[in-house]
């Protein structure tokens, strides 16, 4: 046994534990605690060396420092106040606690009955009082030593108008990758390899987006059944990645993925779960916050024995409270300054900005990220609801903001499914969504859309099946959604006819196109570029195999070309401003040039009118976009595109618009017709255009 440490006051800031060259200072809020006990453990985790009572108790923040203690030292705590469940106080000394400002997590959470606070078995449920000791089988939390050497980086600081947003998980991207060494798949190290990288760098995408990253709790009924959360919605702690995540353990790793990203000109942006943590309800294990103070970290009902719960997870934390505010405000900043991130999409983000009457845009969080020289540079995405009274908030954010699009999403499943009355919904969210966004100088660009994400059916199995196939999940198929707007085109899952097939492939097409050639922010969730499907599972959430991993191998010759397709359109996307312009359109005629910034058209070319816009079986329709002109080597130029989408079941002959600048046309892509290269065939303005069935034609006056 190690002779006892010496001891000093320390400093209350910053929190968490912060070694300097001479020793480490540890610093915890817990406004109710009566004592707080810092417990030192041998290298392996195993054993408990020591216990020290933090001397200090500054502001809300019990603190000490620790006088020799070297960095990679494993800690956690043990804190002590009354345990009362009717007062809102669960305060339990036999649990170890994970420091909720810890920089590192040692060792993986497998839940035990020990990391409960109360007896699970007696029939005072929670009122009763659990003296296990759960050491044993709780991670503990490492003393980190910050020095890494970032060279010269240059941030890739991408403008908005011109990012396009992978959505990835960082386990799944590279698990069964065959390039990327096996000791490294799955893992950070695996995301960093060159042939990853360079396969980002060649689709064209400018920003990954990664699934969250911080260390979980597995929701009990995941492990009773030996299931994980896959997805990572569970967070414990804010400072660290789950373990999962390393080849190695050291928190360089995540640093050099960054720098290796930001080489290649891709920014990385990070879905993180601040509005509630792994602890779930009263009913819950205490691993962190509930044994650390739970009447301050969460929002407790009048009966402060129960949670308020607006996102469906069990608990919700209290943003208002200024100290777990100050917690949130300190885990961004961290991972801008130390971890050199580029943004933050924020899950349930209305739950972030609720104050006691609800939804509120000036809330305490937002205005704390608005007004922060840090933060207010980043890129920040809200998903723009919860599941609380009011929490539907699309469009509702501050200016700076971007929201996931949902009813973009859902508008152009819709529309090419064949629905009816949809085309006027579809002019609205392929020209950026104004109706939503236009307000307080917000762009286009705050108008996140997309058609899939990592919750929901993937595009292949969006044009496969009709229902979630959620068996495999454990839950009966009652869990994920049942509003897919989907379509299988004619037979449900796999099939070996050559015409659902070829339908299929088309729709998969259009899609891609409709989002990529809209106006605002596409996202695009990994692996749709190539067919990726999860046999209809639409909540793969808890499936950490096959089903959510991307398959490299053994992809087919329809793969490769739709992934081609997608490289395609964002060479579009990026050669050609006006289909990521940075203002709304007006559909007003362009001062010096009597030519409408865009005209939507029937198929005889007649500019649509209310009438044609309200017709309920109107499913094809056209958009002349015009772009006045930009500086090239040769001087202004301007460009001129026709689209023509047509969901009906049948052909249409489209009339053609006259060509402004040259005189024809020429066919830049058609989804019905993908054997056309590029510019292959010209038309005419006034003749007709044989637009096939449920497809897409894009047209260049050249």
């Keep these: 046994m190690a002779p006892p440490s010496r001891v000093e006051p320390g400093s209350p800031s910053p929190r968490g534990a912060t070694w300097d060259g001479r020793g480490v200072n540890f610093a915890l809020f817990s406004e109710n605690a009566e004592k707080v006990e810092l417990c030192l453990f041998d290298r392996k985790g195993k054993q408990e060396l020591e216990r020290i009572t933090l001397p200090e108790y500054t502001n809300q923040i019990w603190h000490g420092y620790i006088v020799g203690l070297p960095p990679n030292q494993l800690y956690g705590y043990r804190v002590y106040g009354p345990y009362d469940p009717r007062r809102g106080h669960r305060f339990n000394p036999n649990k170890l606690l994970i420091d909720p400002c810890a920089r590192a997590i040692e060792g993986s959470l497998v839940l035990s009955d020990a990391h409960y606070g ?15 000791d759960s050491a044993r089988v709780t991670p503990k939390c490492r003393v980190v030593e ?16 011109q990012t396009v947003i992978y959505e990835l998980h960082a386990r799944g991207y590279t698990k069964l990758h065959p390039e990327v060494p096996e000791p490294l798949r799955g893992t950070f190290a695996g995301l960093a390899s060159p042939e990853v990288i360079d396969h980002l760098s060649r689709l064209g995408i400018t920003a990954v987006e990664l699934l969250p990253i911080h260390a979980i709790a597995d929701e009990p009924h995941l492990a009773a059944n030996g299931l994980r959360n896959y997805w990572g919605y569970s967070s414990v702690n804010f400072f660290s990645a789950d373990p999962r995540f390393y080849a190695r353990q050291r928190t360089h790793e995540f640093k050099t993925l960054v720098a290796h990203l930001h080489a290649a000109g891709i920014e990385v942006i990070l879905d993180v779960v601040y509005n509630h943590t792994g602890e779930g309800s009263e009913m819950g294990p205490t691993l962190s916050f509930r044994g650390i103070d739970n009447a301050s970290y969460y929002v407790l009902q009048d009966d402060k024995r129960k949670y308020a719960d607006v996102t469906g997870c069990g608990n919700m934390l209290d943003l208002n409270h200024p100290r777990v505010l100050q917690m949130v405000m300190d885990s961004l900043r961290f991972w801008v300054e130390e971890m050199h991130v580029d943004g933050f999409r924020f899950d349930l983000a209305t739950t972030l900005a609720r104050e006691k009457h609800g939804f509120d845009p ?21 998903e723009p609801w919860d599941v609380g009274m009011g929490g539907y908030q699309l469009g509702g954010f501050s200016p700076g903001w971007s929201e996931w699009n949902d009813r973009f999403r859902d508008t152009v499943r819709r529309f090419w499914r064949g629905d009816r009355n949809v085309i006027g919904e579809l002019a609205s969210r392929m020209t950026g969504s104004a109706d939503l966004f236009q307000r307080l100088g917000r762009r286009p660009w705050s108008s996140i859309n997309f058609i899939t994400a990592h919750d929901g059916f993937t595009l292949h199995d969006l044009v496969s099946y009709d229902r979630k196939h959620n068996e495999i999940n ?8 049942d509003n897919n707007n989907s379509w299988n085109c004619g037979v449900e899952g796999p099939t070996d006819d050559p ?6 492939r088309r729709q998969k097409r259009n899609m891609l196109a409709t989002l990529l050639l809209s106006l605002g922010t596409p996202m695009i969730v990994a692996g749709d570029e190539s067919g990726r499907t999860q046999n209809g599972n639409n909540n793969a959430y808890c499936q950490d195999n096959e089903i959510s991993w991307i398959a490299w191998e053994g992809r087919s010759d329809e793969d490769r070309a739709l992934t081609e397709f997608f490289r395609t359109l964002l060479r579009i996307r990026r050669e050609y401003p006006l289909f990521r312009r940075s203002k709304f359109l007006t559909g007003e005629d362009i001062v010096d040039v009597d030519i409408k910034d865009a005209r939507w058209l029937t198929p005889g070319c007649r500019e649509m009118t209310s009438d044609d816009w309200g017709h309920p079986d109107a499913r094809c329709l056209g958009l002349r976009l015009f772009d006045m002109g930009r500086g090239t080597e040769d001087g202004e130029r301007s460009d001129l595109f026709f689209m023509m989408l047509n969901a009906n079941p049948h052909a249409v002959d489209f009339t053609l618009p006259t060509p402004l600048l040259t ?24 003749e007709p255009y044989p637009l096939l069935p449920r497809s897409f034609a894009l047209l260049q006056d050249i």
Excluded: C, M
């Design 474 to 481: 454990g839950e009966g198929n009652r869990d994920g959604t």
């Design 499 to 504: 015409e659902i097939n070829d339908l299929r």
């Design 118 to 132: 109360y007896i699970r078995d007696s029939s005072r449920a929670d009122l009763s009082f659990d003296r296990r």
């Design 362 to 382: 000036r809330s305490g969080f937002l205005d704390a990220v608005t007004q922060d020289p840090i933060l207010s540079r980043v890129k920040l995405i809200a």
């Design 146 to 161: 910050p020095a890494f050497t970032w060279g010269p980086e240059r941030l890739p600081n991408t403008p908005w108008s």
């Design 663 to 686: 005189g024809r046309w020429k066919t830049v892509f058609d989804t019905a017709r993908p054997e056309i290269e590029e510019g292959a065939a010209a038309h005419q303005g006034r």
